[in-house]
């Protein structure tokens, strides 16, 4: 067990230097972690992160734990809830765009066994564009009134850089190409319980 306070972010260099003590949490969806992780990095997309609290809990009693996602802000809403259930962890400052930036490498699942898909912000912005496209459409084409889907995802967008938080990719988050399978989750956890 170690006595030491875990820091409230840790930048790519620091990370780098201890990730062989770290267990490393990924709470992008599983396509996100399939595109690239962070060496040794276990998926446990945010919203299952309530139901891994024993595991994550038990592996932070054995040592330091480094929540990631994408650009840091999921993994800062990962390290509140944590933190609110008495867990403490750290989050990469910049995520795995900053990791990569730094030309660190990122780890891939073979081919066999990945799952093809699109990054989360890659399908917000198709998704809001496409929305944003029918509004105009169906206000030129139906009714005027039908033009407020384009205002109101517009305005969604606006909210959503002000805030950092992002609606839309918690809705998208649901859908089942974006959801663990049972099976990998569960290895997932075992794997937690076993460090």
Not at 164 to 193: E, F, I, Q
């Amino acid at each position: 067990m170690h006595n030491s306070p875990v820091p409230a972010a840790l930048d790519t260099r620091q990370a780098r230097a201890r990730l062989h003590e770290l267990t490393v949490i990924d709470v992008r969806t599983p396509a996100e972690y399939a595109s690239g992780h962070l060496p040794g990095a276990l998926n446990i997309p945010l919203d299952h992160v309530r139901r891994a609290l024993p595991e994550i809990r038990h592996a932070a009693g054995r040592g330091d734990v480094l929540v990631v996602c994408a650009s840091g802000a999921r993994s800062g809403t990962a390290r509140e809830l944590l933190a609110g259930h008495g867990i403490a962890t750290a989050a990469l400052t910049g995520g795995t765009g900053a990791w990569a930036a730094e030309g660190h490498d990122l780890h891939r699942p073979a081919a066999r066994a990945a799952r093809a898909g699109w990054g989360m912000e890659r399908q917000v912005r198709f998704t809001a564009g496409l929305l944003v496209l029918l509004g105009l459409a169906l206000g030129l084409l139906v009714h005027p009134a039908l033009q407020l889907i384009a205002a109101g995802i517009a305005a969604g967008l606006v909210f959503s850089a002000l805030t950092g938080t992002c609606g839309m990719a918690a809705l998208l988050g649901r859908l089942p190409h974006n959801r663990p399978r049972p099976a990998d989750l569960d290895a997932v956890l075992s794997a937690l319980r076993d460090r």
